[in-house]
């Protein structure tokens, strides 16, 4: 069974950086040809997929966030990392990360001051 839990601040003020880990349960996850991925779902609103890095360390960003979104992976700790510069409100969502068929419960981000 892989579970994922993503793990960050609950409240990110704006202009600061959200930071999010995502930490996997399974070690042998990470030898699969999933992608990695970062989705969130703002409130009142659909999913929307922000990145994800690739089984070779390649990153992959939504066009709309690619200017200053950052995903990185630490096979070495099974986690993997989203790094969101520069919040707005408008950043407020719940965060999920995604490997392939498993998602982490998701874990509410407010971006306020």
């Known amino acids: 069974q892989v579970q994922l839990q993503e793990s960050g601040p609950d409240l990110v003020k704006p202009s600061q950086t959200l930071s999010l880990t995502c930490s996997v349960s399974s070690g042998s996850i990470g030898n699969s040809y999933y992608y990695w991925s970062w989705i969130r779902q703002p409130p009142g609103k659909g999913l929307e997929w922000m990145g994800a890095?690739?089984?070779?360390?390649?990153?992959y960003y939504s066009p709309s966030l690619k200017s200053h979104i950052s995903i990185s992976r630490d096979t070495s700790k099974n986690q993997f990392s989203l790094q969101l510069p520069s919040v707005t409100p408008e950043d407020t969502a719940v965060y999920y990360c995604?490997?392939?068929?498993?998602w982490g419960k998701g874990t509410l981000v407010t971006v306020s001051s």
């Open positions: 890095v690739g089984y070779r360390g390649s990153t």
């Open positions: 995604d490997i392939g068929p498993y």
